[in-house]
Nanobody, 113 residues
Framework: QVHLVESGGGSAQPGESLMLFCEYS????????IGWYRQAPGKEREPVSC????????WYEDSVKGRFTISKDDGQRMVYLRMNNLKPEDTAVYYC??????WGQGTQVTVSS
């Protein structure tokens, strides 16, 4: 059974950094794309970043390019999202996603002064 469990969310001021964690189980590390979505109140859930299963390439939504970094550790069965230079518009619930089908429970990120 596929399980995705996020952690690391919290509150930060603009310009600060947070690290998100997604511990996964129930699948091999290179069979599906894996990454992060986010959903702000009143907004549609949107993709933020992912790792392509076929070759390990990474993809980032334009608004987070140069600020966020996705990575994974297959031995630890963990996916990370390093978020630098946070902005108020980054405020959302962040979800770990597998294959555009399976979801974690989400972790809240709040960026404000």
């Amino acid at each position: 059974q596929v399980h995705l469990v996020e952690s690391g969310g919290g509150s930060a001021q603009p310009g600060e950094s947070l690290m998100l964690f997604c511990e996964y189980s129930g699948f091999g590390p290179n069979y599906y794309n894996i990454g992060w979505y986010r959903q702000a109140p009143g907004k549609e859930r949107e993709p933020v970043s992912c790792i392509v299963s076929s070759d390990g390439r990474t993809w980032y939504e334009d608004s987070v390019k140069g600020r966020f970094t996705i990575s994974k550790d297959d031995g630890q069965r963990m996916v990370y999202l390093r978020m630098n230079n946070l902005k108020p518009e980054d405020t959302a619930v962040y979800y770990c996603n597998l294959g555009d089908y399976w979801w974690g429970q989400g972790t809240q990120v709040t960026v404000s002064s």
